[in-house]
């Protein structure tokens, strides 16, 4: 099964020595964000890729081009251009990048790849997550409740509007709730006082679609205009996701990660070394 990555949008904000390059490709510990995001996958068996870029994608390209040449050591005969591998590092991915343009909305990157998972259920992760999540328990859910998508949601982190969840596990319109449920700032009293309960609960950013859910996309953002379609259908699921989830927006984001895994005391790092 692929993991569809979204990593075309605007340049990243939270780094103040690495200006001008996708937000994806911001590092954590010597890493790309997307790297600790694609590690999560293979720890679960999901070793297919596909990366929608926009925004300076031949970075991302160039980085996965020569993946095994930054993971290893080499050395490099500057008169004959050859170069020798030490130690040769890589791993067991088929990544496919694809140029789905800077302005694209979230479903439109989607629909542009759709070739590339034609016929088959798939996940769609934005590429400045990063959580400890049970890839193939989300996975199991749903297919034991045969979704049509199934949304993982997490616990808010104080920045996000929380979501209202039905019976059943089924995402709720915003038209038969008090509630906003996408993400973004909250503009209602009710929602805000909701981050306060424990049973709040936000978009994490991560989900999985069936080979027939691509052809509901016509062109809106995920989390906006889509999603309320869907859930005044009744055609979302949730996962719920108990443990850590971070969404890296800010540099204190940035910074409290790299803290974090700079102490061995990474939450999302599930992988071995």
């Known amino acids: 099964m692929k993991a569809i990555i979204l990593a075309g949008g605007l340049p990243s904000t939270i780094s103040d020595v690495k200006s001008g390059i996708p937000k994806p490709m911001a590092e954590i510990g010597g890493r ?3 790297w600790h995001i694609m590690k999560l996958y293979s720890h679960y068996g999901f070793r297919e890729f596909i990366v929608c870029g926009g925004y300076k994608v031949n970075i991302i390209k160039e980085y996965f081009k020569d993946f095994y040449i930054y993971q290893s050591d080499i050395t490099v005969d500057l008169a004959s251009n050859e170069i020798i591998i030490h130690n040769k590092r890589t791993e067991d991915w088929k990544v496919t990048v694809v140029d789905t343009g800077v302005e694209a909305t979230t479903s439109e990157r989607i629909l542009q790849v ?3 998972v034609k016929g088959e259920d798939f996940f769609v992760t934005y590429g400045d997550c990063l959580s400890d999540m049970d890839m193939a328990e989300m996975l199991k859910l749903h297919k034991e409740r045969n979704s049509f998508i199934t949304m993982a949601v997490a616990k808010p982190t104080g920045r996000h509007s929380v979501l209202s969840i039905g019976e059943g596990d089924v995402l709720l319109s915003k ?3 008090n509630c906003s449920y996408v993400s973004g ?3 209602d009293c009710t929602a805000e006082n909701s981050y306060k309960q424990d049973s ?15 052809d509901a996309l016509s062109g809106e953002e995920l989390n906006e205009a889509f999603m309320e379609k869907m859930a005044e259908k ?3 699921h949730i996962y719920r996701h108990e443990g850590f989830w971070r969404p890296v927006e800010t540099m204190r984001d940035s910074v409290a990660l790299e803290e974090m895994w700079e102490e061995a005391n990474a939450p999302w790092k599930v992988w071995e070394n």
């Open 32 to 34: 790309p964000l997307i």
């Open 185 to 187: 700032k909250s503009t």
């Open 175 to 177: 038209n038969n709730s």
């Open 234 to 236: 009744e055609q979302v």
């Open 200 to 214: 709040a609960w936000v978009n994490a950013s991560c989900y999985i679609f069936s080979d027939k859910a691509m």
């Open 114 to 116: 759709k070739e590339f």
